[in-house]
């Protein structure tokens, strides 16, 4: 699920950054800032409840836990929704293969 999140967002930012160079230039920071909400380095189990339903909206978050689940067993409580990273996976996935198809037309190799 990680990996497919992985892809999908690259061939998103990708697509996009070919064709803007603001994407090119505010994905970097943007990404140093998603690093530490991306659950690596916390517990989901560990926040307050409000906290926790807020911070699962990130897909990364459902794909961490679940990893952290399957490594860890039962000595962690994991909070995560598997159809809801898919649901968000598959549409960023799909926007990416929209926007790849729009640039498509339009980028000349060399």
């Not at 409840?49 to 990364?60: F, G, K, V």
């Amino acid at each position: 699920m990680l990996a497919w999140f992985g892809v999908s967002l690259a061939l998103f930012l990708g697509s996009l950054s070919e064709d803007s160079e603001i994407v090119e230039k505010l994905w970097h920071p943007a990404s140093y800032l998603l690093f530490p909400l991306s659950g690596a380095a916390f517990l989901v189990d560990v926040l307050p409840p409000q906290a926790q339903n807020l911070i699962l909206y990130l897909p990364m978050v459902n794909g961490v836990e679940y990893l952290r689940e399957g490594f860890f067993g039962s000595r962690v409580i994991a909070h995560y929704d598997m159809g809801y990273m898919a649901l968000c996976n598959s549409v960023i996935l799909l926007m990416a293969m929209a926007q790849i198809r729009k640039i498509s037309r339009t980028i000349i190799p060399e």
